[in-house]
């Protein structure tokens, strides 16, 4: 089956990478750990930010690593197995996880903050300026 393009659009130019970003935000999330985002509203100290959280309840703060790769913010968690444990039920593994958002050029990670098991990151949006620039025409003869 071939794949059409659906930015293929003679009025969309130099959007190649889009696709290609989109393939890569489809797959390779499995829906763990769960997360929210939110728009936080500038206030008199911080301007308008984006807000991710996420469910990390269990994880210590030595155990999560917040980093910004090739234009993607990624969040992991690594959990040890305890092996001193012995259970008897155990419904609450240990596992691992990594969690990616592509982010927009421009786009700044303000910080992160581990609080009652939810992990907050918070992105300043880069403030766009308008730009008109106005093209001089060569005419040739």
Do not use: C, W
């Not at 500038?42 to 999560?64: H, K, M, N, W, Y």
């Not at 234009?71 to 039920?89: A, M, N």
Request: net charge neutral; hydrophobic share 35%; proline share 5%.
């Amino acid at each position: 089956m071939t794949r059409v393009p659906s930015l293929s659009s003679p009025f969309l130019l130099g959007f190649d990478e889009i696709e290609r970003i989109l393939d890569r935000v489809a797959k390779g999330s499995d829906g763990y750990p769960p997360y929210n985002i939110e728009r936080v509203p500038r206030d008199t100290e911080s301007p308008d930010r984006l807000r991710i959280t996420l469910a990390v309840a269990g994880f210590t703060r030595d155990q999560l690593d917040v980093s910004v790769e090739d234009s993607q913010l990624v969040i992991r968690g690594r959990q040890q197995d305890d092996k001193t444990r012995h259970y008897i039920h155990r419904g609450i593994a240990a596992r691992q996880f990594q969690r990616t958002f592509v982010l927009a050029d421009g786009m700044e990670v303000l910080g992160a903050d581990l609080r009652n098991g939810l992990l907050s990151v918070d992105l300043v949006r880069p403030q766009l300026e308008r730009i008109v620039k106005s093209i001089a025409i060569n005419q040739t003869e």
